[in-house]
């Protein structure tokens, strides 16, 4: 004949194993930004989207025509962006080059390649690290407004900064 106190200590065990099993398991690392890099991706004007976040287009990424040197000052905002992020743990990014329909095609992927050389080697000042296949050159193939006037030529001669989530 068995006692009580035992055979409740033995439902019990029988309960709590497989919860502590459980719990011993390893967890799969959590998917997506974590609050604190998604409050910096907003503050540092980055938007979602479908493809990531992006750095919303302004003054800090557009360009005069042929050209693909940043200003002093744009400098100095994209190396304070790319510690924000780096201080959050995102290192890396797709920075995407992009032209007006001004020029041959052959030149404006050229030249829209350069301009994301430029704005990754701003990042990489302050910790960024990008492999050779994240720096884009996209010509004049994603214009963000018609190329008929000067107004829409000036938005598509930009640069475009996408963080997506590892893994």
């Keep these: 004949m068995r006692k009580p106190l035992t055979d409740s200590v033995r439902s019990l065990v029988l309960i709590l194993l497989p919860i502590l099993l459980a719990a011993c398991q390893t967890m799969p690392a959590p998917k997506g930004f974590t609050p604190a890099q998604v409050a910096t991706l907003k503050a540092e004007g980055f ?8 750095l919303t287009i302004n003054e800090r ?5 042929n050209e693909s040197a940043l200003k ?27 032209t007006d329909s001004t020029g041959t ?30 720096i884009i050159g ?8 018609p190329n008929d006037t000067a107004e829409g030529r000036q938005d ?7 963080v997506t989530p590892p893994g």
Excluded: C
């Design 47 to 54: 938007v979602e989207t479908g493809d990531g976040w992006a």
């Design 61 to 65: 990424l557009l360009f005069a025509t």
């Design 72 to 98: 002093p000052e744009q400098i100095t905002i994209l190396e304070t962006t790319a510690k924000n992020l780096v201080s959050v743990g995102i290192l890396t990014a797709r920075v995407e080059g992009h």
């Design 105 to 134: 095609a052959a030149y404006n992927q050229t030249l829209s390649k350069a301009r994301a050389q430029s704005v990754a080697r701003a990042l990489q000042t302050s910790g960024m690290r990008f492999d050779a296949d994240q």
């Design 138 to 145: 996209r010509g004049e193939t994603i214009p963000l407004s």
């Design 156 to 162: 598509n001669r930009r640069v475009v900064v996408i």
